[in-house]
């Protein structure tokens, strides 16, 4: 007559299952490495493009000479006022959020876009969105025209 085999008891150095947890550690912690540089890198790239509508702002503002000045080929020269206001239509053409600010001197427009990215990853950690901004700067001409002889 066999003997029934008995399980022996579980001992405290039993490590059955460990693998297990190993494994669903390792995986939370792989999700959580690829979603920081997925969404790390929307971040950039929403940071690159809030800096080229911000470039690209203030390039049309610098665009806004002084017709008056500049047809008969006096001066050509940028209207301030005008520089912020070509700026921010570009800014609101766009759809971003931003600002447009002429230096003291009225030689340099400073533009500045405020807008967010919508994580992919991270929302699961609570965070859903990251704040981005732009900057952008062009200096506005000042000069007279020296008419050009034949």
């Known amino acids: 007559m066999t003997r029934p085999r008995l399980r022996p008891a579980a001992s405290r150095f ?66 301030p006022q005008a520089a912020q206001a070509a700026a921010q239509a570009y800014l609101s053409s766009a759809g971003i959020a931003g600002t447009a600010i002429v230096s003291a001197d009225g030689k340099t427009l400073t533009v500045t876009t405020n807008d967010s990215y919508a994580t992919k990853f991270l929302s699961v950690a609570g965070i859903g969105s990251m704040a981005v901004t732009g900057h952008g700067e062009a200096t506005l001409l000042h000069g007279v025209t020296t008419p050009e002889g034949p």
């Open 14 to 79: 039993d490590d059955r299952g460990g693998i297990t947890v190993f494994v669903a550690v390792c995986v939370i912690a792989l999700l959580g490495i690829i979603g920081l540089a997925i969404d790390g890198g929307g971040k950039m790239r929403a940071t690159e493009s809030a800096d080229f509508i911000a470039t690209e702002a203030a390039r049309a503002g610098g665009q806004a000479i002084d017709p008056a000045q500049a047809v008969p080929g006096e001066a050509i020269t940028v209207d």
